[in-house]
């Protein structure tokens, strides 16, 4: 049983922070790594995509991938309580990378004003 | 509107009853994935089509679940015999599965805004 482990929070973060989630796998031959923010009552939307070991940055969002220690992690700078919602990490299976995805439960982040 | 649709966006229904769902993904994306979610958790996958083929479905999937996809474009989702369990966001998803990133395809995947199953 491949596995996505992120822990539940809540994580508050005050307006302006830097809110860090993280996120293990436990496939080892996993090459694509995705984020996904669920507002609630909502579907999911993908915001980032990492192939890569070491960062990828777009706007106020980071991505962060180490294969070796199968950790993935996600930070947003300047956190707005717009960023408040559940962010879900989600892994393909296997080495192919374009099949089904395993996601996580999700870290709710709240971001007060 | 250019996104991945799904009707209806609720159903409420009785057990026993016979449900129905359909999602249109985005035009010229030729995989839809069908996907669960329960309060609390994260999508759980159900089955993926890459055109019309069913190319995988979970052990989550019980022979009261049928999903198909005719013609490569929109899919169907049907429940058979619906029980309390099966109240759920009923998700579905789309992807071009395309050229090769580094021998890494680029599937990302766009959801529909989902159909949400209560079986009362």
């Known amino acids: 049983q491949k596995e996505v482990e992120q822990n539940s929070g809540p994580l508050s973060v005050p307006e302006g922070a830097i809110a860090s989630l993280n996120c293990t796998y436990s496939d080892r031959g996993s090459q694509s790594f995705f984020w996904y923010r669920q507002y609630s009552g909502k579907s999911p939307e993908l915001i980032m995509f990492?192939?890569?070991?070491g960062d990828k940055e777009d706007g106020r969002f980071t991505a962060q991938l180490n294969k070796a220690s199968q950790y993935v992690s996600l930070l947003i700078r300047d956190s707005q309580p717009s960023d408040s919602a559940t962010y879900l990490c989600?892994?393909?299976?296997?080495?192919?990378?374009?099949?089904?995805?395993?996601f996580g439960k999700g870290t709710m982040l709240l971001v007060s004003p | 509107d250019t996104g991945v649709s799904q009707n209806p966006r609720h159903k409420i229904t009785k057990r026993g009853q016979n449900v129905t769902f359909r999602c249109d993904p985005i035009s010229e994306h030729n995989r839809l994935y069908w996907y669960r979610q329960t309060l609390g958790q994260g999508p759980e996958f159900l089955t993926y089509?890459?055109?019309?083929?069913?190319?995988?479905k979970s052990r989550l999937l019980s022979d009261r679940f049928s999903a198909e996809r005719p013609k490569g474009s929109f899919s169907t989702l049907e429940i058979q015999r619906t029980e309390q369990g099966d109240s759920a966001m009923y998700l579905c998803?789309?992807?071009?599965?395309?050229?090769?990133?580094?021998?890494?395809?680029?599937?990302?995947?766009?959801f529909g805004p989902g159909t949400r199953l209560t079986v009362l």
């Open positions: 998803a789309s992807s071009l599965l395309g050229p090769r990133d580094r021998g890494r395809s680029r599937n990302e995947q766009f």
């Open positions: 989600a892994v393909p299976p296997g080495a192919s990378g374009y099949s089904t995805l395993t």
């Open positions: 089509f890459q055109n019309e083929a069913q190319l995988e």
């Open positions: 990492i192939y890569s070991n």
